[in-house]
Antibody, heavy 121, light 107 residues
C-alpha cells in the first residue's frame, strides 16, 4: 500500500534553514509527481510546488520561489523540501502529497502525516 | 495564476441535511478539479477527482459536478463523520491552487 512517511517536528531559529523529508513506499516513486503543501494554524492549504523524481523536474508556486527548494533521492525513494531564511510566517504544517494519474486526470491521492515547523528564537 | 474562489467559508448544518459547496475558477479549468476533506489535525483526504469522479472508498452520498469555471460538491444526508473542512484544487497548469476552504460544523 502507498505510504508517505514524513520527518518529525522541527523547532528552528529565525533566519535558519530546515530540511524536511518524505519517504515514499508502495509505488514507483520515480514515476509520480510529489507535491508539497503548506498549512498555517487555522488556515487553508497552499500549494508550494512539485518535483518529478524521475528526472528532478520542478515547478514552484511563485510565492515560494527562493523560499522552498525541492529535491528527491531515487535511491531511497525520499523527497525533500528545504526552507530557507525562516521567519514566523513560515511556522506551519507542511505536507507532502503524491499526485496520482487517473487516465490523464490528476489528484493528490496520498498524503504524508504532515511535519510541523515552528520558527522561534 | 488561476484563482479558486470557494463558498461558503463556513456552514452550520444538522445531521441528515444536504449541503452544496461551490468553487469558482478565474478561468476555464476544463474539469481538472479535485475535492478534499480534512478533519482537525489530520491530513487532507481525496474525495473527488476530475470534477465528478469519486475516489476509492468515498461514500456515494458525495457527488461532484460542474464544468468550465463553476464546480460543486454535494453531500446528501450528512453524517456525523462528514464534519470538517473541504477544499477544492485545480490541476489546469501550475500553480495548482486551492480554494480557501469551507468549514462544515454541526448545528
Amino acid at each position: 500500500q502507498v505510504q508517505l512517511q514524513q520527518s518529525g517536528p522541527e523547532l528552528v531559529k529565525p533566519g535558519a534553514s530546515v530540511k524536511i523529508s518524505c519517504k515514499a513506499s508502495g509505488y514507483a516513486f520515480s514515476s509520480s509527481w510529489m507535491n508539497w503543501v503548506k498549512q498555517r494554524p487555522g488556515q487553508g492549504l497552499e500549494w508550494i510546488g512539485r518535483i518529478y523524481p524521475g528526472d528532478g523536474d520542478t515547478n514552484y508556486n511563485g510565492k515560494f520561489k527562493g523560499k522552498a527548494t525541492l529535491t528527491a533521492d531515487k535511491s531511497s525513494s525520499t523527497a525533500y523540501m528545504q526552507l530557507s531564511s525562516l521567519t514566523s510566517v513560515d511556522s506551519a504544517v507542511y505536507f507532502c502529497a503524491r499526485v496520482g494519474d487517473y487516465g490523464g486526470d490528476y489528484a493528490m491521492d496520498y498524503w504524508g502525516q504532515g511535519t510541523s515547523v515552528t520558527v522561534s528564537s | 495564476d488561476i484563482q479558486m474562489t470557494q463558498s461558503p467559508a463556513s456552514l452550520s448544518v444538522s445531521v441528515g441535511e444536504t449541503v452544496t459547496i461551490t468553487c469558482r475558477a478565474s478561468e476555464n479549468i476544463y474539469s481538472n478539479l479535485a475535492w478534499y476533506q480534512q478533519k482537525q489535525g489530520k491530513s487532507p483526504q481525496l474525495l473527488v477527482y476530475a470534477a465528478t469522479n469519486l475516489a476509492d472508498g468515498v461514500p456515494s452520498r458525495f457527488s461532484g459536478s460542474g464544468s468550465g469555471t463553476q464546480y460543486s460538491l454535494k453531500i446528501n444526508s450528512l453524517q456525523s463523520e462528514d464534519f470538517g473542512s473541504y477544499y477544492c484544487q485545480h490541476f489546469w497548469g501550475t500553480p495548482w491552487t486551492f480554494g480557501g476552504g469551507t468549514k462544515l460544523e454541526i448545528k
